[in-house]
Nanobody
């Protein structure tokens, strides 16, 4: 059974940083695509960043402003993916989800796939 468990969210002041974690199990971690999405109240879900766990290639969502504030990384020993968010802004307030696409083909872009499984999300709230 595929399981994704996010953690690391919370209440933080603008300008602060957070590192979100996505602990995974139930699939072959080394040939997957894992992505971070977020959804704010009243808004559509937005893709932030994704990672190919085989070759560590990353990509970032086109709609994400200030992409330099977001850094995705993976730990193939712990089967965990992280999202570092720096210089947090109130507009970053949202529920953050990780998701997995299994069996990513070699050379395939990690945002050009359908994500089959999502975690329950972790709330990030940024105060001004």
């Amino acid at each position: 059974e595929v399981q994704l468990v996010e953690s690391g969210g919370g209440l933080v002041q603008a300008g602060g940083s957070l590192r979100l974690s996505c602990a995974t199990s139930g699939f072959t971690f080394d040939d997957a695509a894992i992505a971070w999405f977020r959804q704010a109240p009243g808004k559509e879900r937005e893709g932030i960043s994704c990672l190919s766990t085989r070759d560590r290639v990353t990509d970032y969502g086109l709609l994400v402003r200030d992409r330099g504030r977001f850094t995705i990384s993976g730990d193939n020993v712990r089967n965990t993916v992280y999202l570092q968010i720096d210089s947090l802004k109130p507009e970053d307030t949202a529920v953050y989800y990780c998701a997995v696409h299994e069996n990513l083909r070699v050379g395939q872009n990690c945002f050009a796939v359908w994500y089959d499984y999502y975690g329950q999300g972790t709330q990030v709230t940024v105060s001004s």
